[in-house]
C-alpha cells in the first residue's frame, strides 16, 4: 500500500547532523534542569500530602457556597474549583484542595489530615445534604515523603537494569549510549512538566519508567542494526556505519512511533481527565524517546568509538518452536 | 519458519480459544454466567430490583459449569469503593501489653515474704519499681523474671527487660525487639477484629492485608463513604457492665472535688456525667454475641447481647442483688445506656436502645462482637472513589481503547495492505488474550491498567512493522515471498525479544515497587508485552503463511 511509495532508501545525514542535535539537546537539558530547580515541580498529593475532594456539584450551590463552608474550618487555605467531569456526558463537580496540615503537639502528621478531611466531608455533609462525593484523597507527609522516595528508587533501580542488560546483550559502550539517552529523555519530560506546571504524581512516575522502557526499545533496534552493519562494513567510517543503520530502521522507527502516539492521543482526548496528565507525560516521550534513540544513544556510541572488529557474539538462532 | 504442522495449529488455536474463553464471561452480566450476586446490603429500591433480576437470572442459566465464569477484577478506581493505611504505634502497644502486666505484677510482689514497695508510675513502655528494702532486690527480681511471658514465634523473646537500675530501683521496660515482635503480634490480631468488624457475615468484598510489621491496608470496594469505616475502626471496643450511680449530689460531690476510691465519673452518648464503679461486672470476653434487634417498645433499632454462661451467671447475680440501681454499658469511657435494674436478667440476654439508625446499630453489634483492639488504629493515608466517578472512568478508558484500535488498524492497513490487514487480526487476538490473562490470573484492572493496554495496543504492532520491513528488504534484495518472509521472521527475531525484555524490566520495576494504580498499569503493561510478542511472532507469522499457500502470490506488496 502507500508504504510502497515511501523512498526504498533514505540517506538523511544524522551523524553530521549530530553536533547540532548535541547542542540542542544541551539546552534543552540546561533549561530543564533550570526549570527544575528554580519553577519546580508541582507535586500531586501523592508526593507532598494533602487533600482533593471532589465533588458534584450540589443543585443550587455555587463555587461561592462551598469556600464559606470551608472557611469556618480552621484548615488554613482552601482552594474551591469548579471543572468538568470524567465521562461522557460529564457532571459538573467542584474541586477542593488544601495542603498539609500543622498538627498540633502530640497529634501524628499523617493522622491530622485525615482528620481534617473527615471534617471537611461532615460538614459537606450538613451544608448540602445528600451530595455525591466523586472522589476524596488525602494522603499525610510522612506517607508522600515515602511514595515519593520508592517512586525514585523504581526509576534509578529500572535504568541500572537496563544499563545490565543492554552490557551484557551488547557491550557497555552501547550501554553508556543507552542510559545516557534514558537520562537526557527522563530529565526533559520533568522539565517538560515543571515548564507546564502539569500535576508530577505518582502516574507521573509510571508515565516516565515507561518511556524509559519505550525509549530503550527504540533504541535496542537501532543498535542492532548498527552492530550487525559494522560487523558486515569493516572498512566503512564508523560515522556512516551508523547513518546506514539509522536509516534502514527510519521507516520502523517512525511508524511505530506513529502508531504509539495514535494509541496515546486518543487516551489523551477521549480517556478523561484522570488519564490526562500520565498521557501527556507519555506522548511527550514518546516524541523526546524517538529523537534520542535517532541522535543522542548513537552520537555517544560513536564518540566512545565503534568497535567494527569485533567477533559476532552468540546470537539466538533457529527460533524453530511454535 | 513457515510450515505449520497440525500439532502447532491446533496449540495456537487452542491458545487463542483458551484466551478467549478466559475473556467471554466480561462480556456478560453475572446473572447469565450462573453466578449468584453479591449481596451489598444496599436497601434502595433499585439495587433491590437489580439483585433480585440477577438472582432470577443466575438460577435459569444455561451457562455450562465448565467453562469459565470470572471476570476481570475492577481496581478501586473503577468500580468505586474506599482505600485506607493504618498505622499501628509499636510503643502504644507495647504500652497497653505492660499495663494488662501490671495487675500480675502487684500479684507476685504481694506474695508472702510481701515486697514493700512505693506505687509504681507507669511512663510509656517503662515501669520503675522503687523497693522500700534494698535487701530484697533480688528476690523481687526473681519474682518479675518468673512472670515473664513470652512473645513472637520462637519464645526466647520476653514481654519485659528487668533491669536492676540501683541499689532499690528495678526498671520494667518493653525492649525494642519485644515492641517489634508485640507490633507484629498486634498486627496479625487487629487484621482479625478489622475483618470481624468490617465483614461480620463474611460476605463483603472487603480486602484486609499487612504492609511491612505496622501497618494494614484495608480496600472495601462499592463503600461510598470513608468516614463509615474509620468510625467503626477508630473505636478500641472495650465494651463493659458497670454498676452505676446518678444521684444528683453524689455526681456534685465528685465534680467538686474528686469521685470516691474505685468510682470515676463518665459521661452518657448525651454528656450527661454519671458515676461508674471502676470494677466491670462483665468485660467484652463475656460477650458471646451481639446483634442488632428492636425496641418492643417504639420498634426501632437496638443492639442485643447473649452473654456467655459465666457471664450470665456473674451478671445474673449482680442484678439480683442489686434491684432498683442503675447499671451503666460502657463503651470506650462513654456510657452507651444506664438501664435501672427492675428485676435480676437470669438469661443473659441484654438490649441496649437509644436513637440508632438500622445501619449503626448494626455497626456497633459488629464492632462489640469483634472484640477490642489492641491499639489504635491511625489512618495515614485515604483515597475514595465514587462509584459515579468509577462509571464514568470505565466508560471513557473503553472509548479511549476502542478509539486507539481503530486508529491503529486502519493506520496498519493503509501502510501495508493485505498484510497489515493481517497484523490488525493478530492484533485483535492480542486485546482478547490480555482480558483472558487478566480474567485467568485474576489481576486488577485499573484505570491506569487500561492506558497500559491502550499503549500495548500502540506498541504491538511494533514487533510487525520490525518484522515486515525486513521481508520488504529481503523481497528488494530479489527473493522470492516465501524466502523473504522466512528470511523477515528469522532475522527480526533477536531484534524484538532485544527490544522488549527492557520493556518488560520497566513494567516488572514497576510492579514491584508501585503501588495501587501504578501496579495495575504494570500488570496491563507486561501482560500486553508477552502477548504481543507471541501475536506478532506466531499467529501473524501464521496467518501470513497460510495465505502464502493458498494465493501463491508471485510479488509481497508490502
Known sequence: ?322 | MLNFPAWKVALISLVLLWGALLALPNAFSDGFLGVAPRDTGATDAQSVAEFNEQQEAAEHSWWPSFLPTRKVNLGLDLQGGVYLLTQIDPEEVASNRLETLQADIVQALNRAPLIERDVPEQQGSTLPIRLRNPDQMDDAVRRLRRLNPSIGATGNEKVMSIEKSGPELITVSVSDSAKQALAADAQSKMIEIIRRRLDPDGVSEVSITPQGDTRIVIEAPGEADPRRIKDILSQAGRMTFNMADVDASAINAAQSTRPRPGWELLQDVEGRPILVNRTPVVTGSDIATANQGNDPDDNSAAVDFRLTGSGAERFGRTTASNRGRIFAIVLDGTVMSSPRINEPIWGGNVQITGQFTIEEAQDLAAIIEAGELPAKLNFIEERTVGPGLGADSIAAGTRASIIGLVLVGVFMIIAYGLIGGFAVGSLLANIVLILGALSGLGATLTLPGIAGIVLTIGMAVDANVIVFERIREEQRAGRSPSTAVIAGYERALATILDANITTFIAAAILYLLGSGPVKGFAVTLAIGIVTSVFTAFVVTRWFTAMWLRVAKPRKLSI
Open chain 1, 1 to 322: 500500500m502507500l508504504l510502497q511509495y515511501w523512498p526504498k532508501k533514505t540517506n538523511v545525514p544524522f551523524m553530521p547532523l549530530r553536533m547540532g542535535a548535541l547542542v540542542m539537546s544541551t539546552i534543552l537539558i540546561a533549561a530543564s534542569f533550570f526549570m527544575i530547580f528554580t519553577k519546580g515541580l508541582n507535586f500531586g498529593i501523592d508526593f507532598s500530602g494533602g487533600s482533593v475532594i471532589e465533588i458534584e456539584r450540589p443543585d443550587g450551590a455555587q463555587e461561592q457556597d462551598v469556600r464559606e463552608v470551608m472557611s469556618g474550618l480552621g484548615l488554613g487555605e482552601v482552594q474551591v474549583n469548579a471543572a468538568r467531569g470524567t465521562g461522557v456526558d460529564s457532571v459538573e463537580v467542584i474541586v477542593i484542595r488544601f495542603a498539609t496540615q500543622r498538627a498540633e503537639e502530640g497529634v501524628d502528621q499523617d493522622v491530622a489530615q485525615q482528620q481534617a478531611n473527615d471534617r471537611v466531608l461532615a460538614a459537606l455533609g450538613e451544608a448540602f445534604p445528600g451530595y455525591i462525593l466523586r472522589s476524596s484523597a488525602a494522603v499525610g507527609p510522612k506517607v508522600s515523603g515515602e511514595l515519593l522516595r520508592s517512586g525514585l528508587i523504581a526509576l534509578a533501580v529500572a535504568l541500572l537494569l537496563m544499563m545490565a542488560y543492554i552490557s551484557v546483550r551488547f557491550q557497555w559502550k552501547y550501554a553508556l549510549g543507552a542510559v545516557a539517552a534514558l537520562f537526557h529523555d527522563v530529565i526533559i519530560t520533568m522539565g517538560m512538566f515543571s515548564l507546564t506546571q502539569f500535576e508530577f504524581n505518582l502516574s507521573t512516575i509510571a508515565a516516565l519508567l515507561t518511556i524509559v522502557g519505550y525509549s530503550m526499545n527504540d533504541t535496542v533496534i537501532v543498535f542492532d542494526r548498527v552492530r550487525e552493519e559494522a560487523r558486515k562494513y569493516k572498512k566503512m567510517p564508523s560515522a556512516d556505519v551508523i547513518d546506514l543503520a539509522i536509516n534502514q530502521t527510519l521507516s520502523r522507527t517512525l511508524l511505530t512511533s506513529g502508531t504509539t502516539l495514535l494509541a496515546l492521543l486518543s487516551i489523551y482526548l477521549f480517556g478523561g481527565t484522570v488519564l490526562s496528565g500520565m498521557s501527556f507525560a507519555l506522548i511527550f516521550g514518546v516524541v523526546i524517546g524517538t529523537y534520542s534513540s535517532v541522535f543522542v544513544a548513537s552520537a555517544v556510541v560513536l564518540m566512545l568509538g565503534l568497535d567494527q572488529g569485533d567477533k559476532p557474539k552468540r546470537e539466538v538462532t533457529g527460533f524453530q518452536g511454535v
